[in-house]
Structure formats: C-alpha cells, structure tokens
C-alpha cells in the first residue's frame, strides 16, 4: 500500500493546495497531510487552525487524513511509514527550491522517494503569502481558496485591524 505525506504550512491552504491532494489520492492508497506546527514564517493562523481548514477542504476525499508536525519531514514520513514525499509545483522557481529540497530528503533518508504534481494550470499563479497580503489590502480572495477558508481570512483580517 503506497503511502505518501505532503509536509507544508498551508497558512492558508488554498485551492491549489487541495487539488494536488486530490488528484494525488488517485495514485497513493493514503495521504496524510503534515500542517508543520513551527515554520519559521510569519504565520495568519494557529497550528489548529490550519488543520482544520485543509480537513473541511478535503473532508470528501476518504483516503486523506491530516496531522501536524514539527522537525524535519522526512521524519514525519518515517514516523508515518510512508514511501514518499509528495509536493506541488507551479511554474519557475518553484522547481529549483523543490529540486535542492528533494536532494536533501534524498540525502537524510534515501528510502523515501518525493513526488511532484504540477498544480493545474489556474493555480499556478496562486501563493499562501500573496492571498494573506492581498486579504490585508481589502483584495478579494474568492476564488483562490475555499468557502470556508475566504471566510476565515475575512475574520482574521478583521481581528487585527
């Protein structure tokens, strides 16, 4: 049974996010999606908060499950028993970064192999930290991300102005 994470921030998960996981359960019997618990980021939402928001995202696709994480990914994997180490890619530079990271997780546990989905072609465009900023700016968000996740974005935006 293939198994694979797929280790981000998701602040906020968007929809591209959410479709690179369900086309991704087509090919692997699980997906367990690691929210990581301490990036070093400026984040908009708690660790809680972020789970939640990819588990009503994807609550439709059966095979996926989400969890969080802290420490390195290919940990995460192990401790997960998973083969691989799913990630997206959009268009640019996006490739270089996963390329060296790949290399990396090659390095500390060659026993896991990283997997990359091109994102659709109307998410390629779309960043965590480009919705958050233009949320900030009073931009509409609708349409990059979920229902639920606009509207949490809306109330966060409110609660620190």
Same mark, same amino acid.
């Given at each position: 049974?293939?198994?694979?994470?797929?280790?981000?921030?998701?602040?906020?998960?968007?929809?591209?996010?959410?479709?690179?996981?369900?086309?991704?359960?087509?090919?692997?019997?699980? +997906? +367990?999606?690691?929210?990581?618990?301490?990036?070093? *980021?400026?984040? $908009?939402?708690?660790? /809680? %908060?972020?789970?939640? $928001?990819?588990?009503?995202? =994807?609550?439709?696709?059966?095979?996926? &499950?989400?969890?969080?994480?802290?420490?390195?990914?290919? /940990?995460?994997?192990?401790?997960?028993?998973? &083969?691989? =180490?799913?990630?997206? #890619?959009?268009?640019?530079?996006?490739?270089?970064?996963?390329? %060296? $990271?790949?290399?990396?997780?090659?390095?500390?546990?060659?026993? +896991?192999?990283?997997?990359? $989905?091109?994102?659709?072609? &109307?998410? @390629?465009? =779309?960043?965590?930290?480009? =919705?958050? &900023?233009?949320?900030? #700016?009073?931009?509409?968000?609708?349409? #990059?991300?979920? *229902?639920?996740?606009?509207?949490? +974005?809306?109330?966060?935006?409110?609660?620190? @102005?």
């Amino acid at each position: 049974m293939a198994k694979a994470v797929y280790p981000g921030s998701f602040d906020p998960v968007h929809n591209g996010h959410l479709d690179v996981t369900e086309r991704a359960s087509r090919l692997f019997d699980t +997906i +367990i999606v690691g929210v990581y618990d301490s990036p070093p *980021k400026n984040l $908009m939402f708690s660790t /809680d %908060e972020r789970v939640e $928001m990819f588990k009503e995202g =994807i609550k439709h696709v059966p095979n996926v &499950e989400v969890r969080t994480f802290t420490g390195l990914a290919v /940990d995460f994997a192990r401790t997960c028993k998973a &083969e691989f =180490i799913l990630r997206g #890619l959009r268009a640019g530079s996006d490739f270089e970064v996963e390329f %060296e $990271m790949a290399h990396m997780w090659r390095k500390l546990a060659p026993d +896991i192999d990283v997997v990359c $989905m091109m994102s659709a072609l &109307e998410h @390629q465009f =779309i960043h965590s930290s480009r =919705i958050k &900023e233009v949320a900030k #700016l009073g931009g509409d968000v609708a349409g #990059l991300v979920s *229902k639920h996740v606009a509207s949490a +974005i809306k109330a966060k935006v409110k609660s620190l @102005q």
